[in-house]
T-cell receptor, first 112, second 109 residues
Framework: NAGVTQTPKFQVLKTGQSMTLQCAQDMNHNSMYWYRQDPGMGLRLIYY???????DKGEVPNGYNVSRLNKREFSLRLESAAPSQTSVYFC???????????FGEGSRLTVL | RKEVEQDPGPFNVPEGATVAFNCTYSNSASQSFFWYRQDCRKEPKLLMS???SGNEDGRFTAQLNRASQYISLLIRDSKLSDSATYLCVVNYNDYKLSFGAGTTVTVRA
């Protein structure tokens, strides 16, 4: 049971480099999300996609872009990484907008 | 002011003890409420939803107090495996859940 799969699990970047976090779910969920988690703070929503073909900003979208490639896949791109983007990133999916969130295992990103 | 606030703990309790903690939320229009569990360096997982009338799931009891804008979680007969961080989650707007920073519980033998 794969559920939500994120890659890579770990990444170290230099300031200014770009990278894309990949996320795929096999539960046929309509909604997908990208969160970041920092110490002492709750998970914060970066972007979400209510359904295939739509994306919307969350609480902290600056410095990020997303693509809902198809119903299964939702990627997060950092165009020019900054040390403030050092965080743990979680992708999640849900069947409905108020339903249970299923999370991936997380991607630990360090920006030097 | 944070939308969802939790006592970070840690709550350090012996096996078999009862532990309870609250979470306060600021938006009175909040519609649904959840507790998620997060083990160290793992992803969050849904523990239980919180219903207006309160609800139990085995040793776990969740309560909602809309008047005072808080939800609570009580764990009875604590097990070592209950050691985790418990995240309070509030939904006040479609697709936009607000997460608390979590309450850490450590159950000792």
């Amino acid at each position: 049971n794969a559920g939500v799969t994120q890659t890579p699990k770990f990444q170290v970047l230099k300031t200014g480099q770009s990278m894309t976090l990949q996320c795929a779910q096999d539960m046929n969920h309509n909604s997908m999300y990208w969160y970041r988690q920092d110490p002492g703070m709750g998970l914060r929503l970066i972007y979400y996609s209510a359904s295939e073909g739509t994306t919307d900003k969350g609480e902290v979208p600056n410095g990020y872009n997303v693509s809902r490639l198809n119903k299964r896949e939702f990627s997060l791109r950092l165009e020019s990484a900054a040390p403030s983007q050092t965080s743990v990133y979680f992708c999640a999916s849900s069947e409905t907008n108020t339903g249970e969130l299923f999370f991936g295992e997380g991607s630990r990103l360090t920006v030097l | 002011r944070k939308e969802v606030e939790q006592d970070p703990g840690p709550f350090n309790v012996p096996e078999g003890a009862t532990v309870a903690f609250n979470c306060t939320y600021s938006n009175s229009a909040s519609q649904s409420f959840f507790w998620y569990r997060q083990d160290c360096r793992k992803e969050p997982k849904l523990l239980m939803s919180v219903y207006s009338s309160g609800n139990e799931d085995g040793r776990f009891t969740a309560q909602l107090n809309r008047a005072s804008q808080y939800i609570s979680l009580l764990i009875r007969d604590s097990k070592l495996s209950d050691s985790a961080t418990y995240l309070c989650v509030v939904n006040y707007n479609d697709y936009k859940l607000s997460f608390g920073a979590g309450t850490t519980v450590t159950v000792r033998a």
